[in-house]
């Protein structure tokens, strides 16, 4: 048996249903992951043929391994339609990564799959530039041998490091003030892809800057599945609502907001995901050029304990909390300015606070212990 062989586990399905005719054949990097699978939804819905490759070590596998992760599994649910193949393959595997891209003529990629615990990548720096950047470099080489030179990637805000004025824009500095191994990743990686750009002017990129996506697919069947405690707000929230953690920990009171705790611009996952729908139009489009990045928010600041009220609302469920010291690495405010996704992607979020609870509450409630 051949490396790629062995290393690669390839997962056929036949499509069951007729793409649009504009159907592209995307190739999704870490599409069982929270943002990945919902993004997935998004592409199927748009026609296009998707290809999986994801590692899943932060992810749920499938009991065995001729089955697709649940979280794919139930994104053909929701979908009716069928993934044209999953490969449970790490971007360190390049030999696999290459047999992928021999055997589909894929048009785009979107790059999802990262480690992304900001505390896990102090504790582990080398893990998380390992995992992140030589992934990518993986990836960007051989999708270059591949002569597939469109890609889509999931970057963050935290490459704005302490935001120097709000909303911030993408002129805002990058690179500055970063507090962690996870961020420092993924300025590098946007840095790579730009040079790259830069180098050779068939890549075309887009770097999607998301702000704090939260929220759940409407159906309930996917959603966020944080493995052990939760890092960010709302998966924690979600976990005290449906009883399986005793109280939330505010992470300081005394910042210089409204009410003392720290404002996110916080995003509809499913609003997220059709960025991605929008972001690979826009490069189709005749005039597209270089790499360009695009903030994915609402432009709304909302705070803690807003976020708390709005979450008690939507659950019906009291959210015991305490406030405790301020987190290492937070800042007080940070809020998008989402005007170029709009002038340029004809995108925007559509999706309130409240469907934002709603729709985590769902998920949570009629999935406690996640995917299992
Ligand atoms: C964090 C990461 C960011 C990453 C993003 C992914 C840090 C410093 N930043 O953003 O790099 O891209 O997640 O979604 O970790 N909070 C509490 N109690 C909690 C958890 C959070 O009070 O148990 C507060 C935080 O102090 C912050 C807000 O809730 O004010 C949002 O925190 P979180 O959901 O972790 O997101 P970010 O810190 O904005």
Not at 54 to 75: F, H, M, Y
Not at 261 to 279: E, K, P
Request: include cysteine; charged fraction near 20%.
């Amino acid at each position: 048996m051949d490396v790629a062989t062995a290393q690669v586990k390839c997962l056929w399905f036949v499509a069951r249903q007729h793409p649009g005719p504009m159907g592209r054949v995307v190739l999704v990097t870490g599409g069982a992951g929270f943002v990945g699978s919902h993004t997935v939804v998004e592409l199927l819905e748009a026609g296009h043929h998707v290809v999986v490759v994801d590692n899943c070590i932060n992810s749920t596998k499938g009991s065995d391994p001729q089955e697709l992760p649940p979280a794919l599994a139930r994104v053909q649910t929701i979908t009716g339609k069928t993934l044209r193949a999953f490969y449970m393959v790490s971007l360190l595997d390049r030999p696999g990564l290459t047999k992928v891209f021999a055997k589909h003529q894929v048009d785009l990629v979107i790059h999802f799959a990262a480690l992304k615990a900001v505390g896990e990548s102090v504790e582990k720096p080398l893990d998380y530039y390992i995992n992140n950047v030589t992934g990518t470099l993986n990836l960007l080489e051989v999708m270059g041998e591949a002569g597939v030179k469109r890609l889509v990637y999931s970057s963050s805000a935290t490459v704005y490091g302490v935001p120097q004025y709000l909303p911030t824009d993408e002129l805002h500095p990058t690179g500055v003030g970063i507090t962690n191994p996870y961020g420092q990743t993924k300025y590098v990686c946007e840095q790579i892809m730009k040079d790259l750009a830069t180098a050779d002017k068939e890549w075309r990129v887009v770097l999607l800057r998301y702000f704090n996506p939260v929220g759940a697919h409407e159906s309930g069947k996917i959603g966020e599945n944080p493995s052990g405690p939760p890092n960010n707000l709302v998966p924690y929230i979600a976990q005290v609502a449906v009883g399986k953690r005793e109280a939330l920990s505010v992470f300081g009171d005394d910042y210089d907001t409204p009410d003392g705790t720290g404002v996110r611009d916080y995003i509809h996952v499913m609003d997220l995901a059709s960025g991605h729908v929008a972001a690979l139009d826009k490069i189709f489009s005749e005039d597209f050029r270089s790499a360009i990045a695009y903030n994915l928010g609402t432009g709304q600041g909302v705070s803690v304990l807003q976020m708390i009220d709005a979450f008690k609302r939507a659950s019906g469920r009291d959210i015991p909390y305490k406030v405790v010291g301020r987190r290492n690495g937070d800042v007080a405010t940070i809020v998008a300015s989402c005007t170029l996704a709009e002038q340029e992607l004809g995108w925007r979020a559509t999706r309130n606070l409240q469907q934002m609870c709603i729709d985590t509450w769902r998920w949570q409630s009629q999935n406690p212990d996640g995917f299992m």
